[in-house]
């Protein structure tokens, strides 16, 4: 298990039921909107974080990568934010990235915004995951 932990956080779930949110999906150009849809009832952190986890599978694993996105609470009331994919080896990296870059930043946000971050591998499949306060 990896994990970046932070001790700022931003919001909390409405509530702190076991999975508030779990959908199944395909990572596509296309579902990126699709899940901010989805998700609107929740904090714009909670939105933006979860179109980044699901952007990064997209762009490190590949288009249509089938995911599983899950969005709860947790018992000392902050918000887990997951993207679980078929791939356990390809595991994502801080970058520092630069003014010009054209990429680079997703995960810096995540960062940024999440009291912790990280990732379960399994065998078969790995969850990046983060938790907003």
Not at 59 to 71: A, F, L, Q
Request: aromatic residues 4%.
């Amino acid at each position: 298990m990896f994990v970046t932990d932070r001790t700022e956080g931003r919001t909390p779930m409405p509530d702190h039921s076991p999975t508030a949110y779990e959908l199944d999906l395909l990572a596509t150009p296309k579902a990126v909107p699709e899940l901010r849809r989805l998700l609107r009832a929740l904090d714009f952190e909670v939105r933006l974080c979860a179109t980044e986890l699901l952007t990064n599978v997209i762009d490190h694993i590949g288009e249509g990568t089938p995911v599983t996105v899950r969005v709860t609470g947790t018992p000392h009331g902050h918000t887990r934010v997951e993207v679980t994919d078929p791939d356990p080896r390809a595991l994502p990296t801080l970058l520092s990235a630069t003014c010009t870059a054209e990429s680079g930043r997703g995960l810096t946000l995540i960062d940024r915004l999440s009291r912790r971050w990280g990732v379960d591998q399994a065998a078969d499949r790995k969850t990046v995951w983060c938790e907003l306060a």
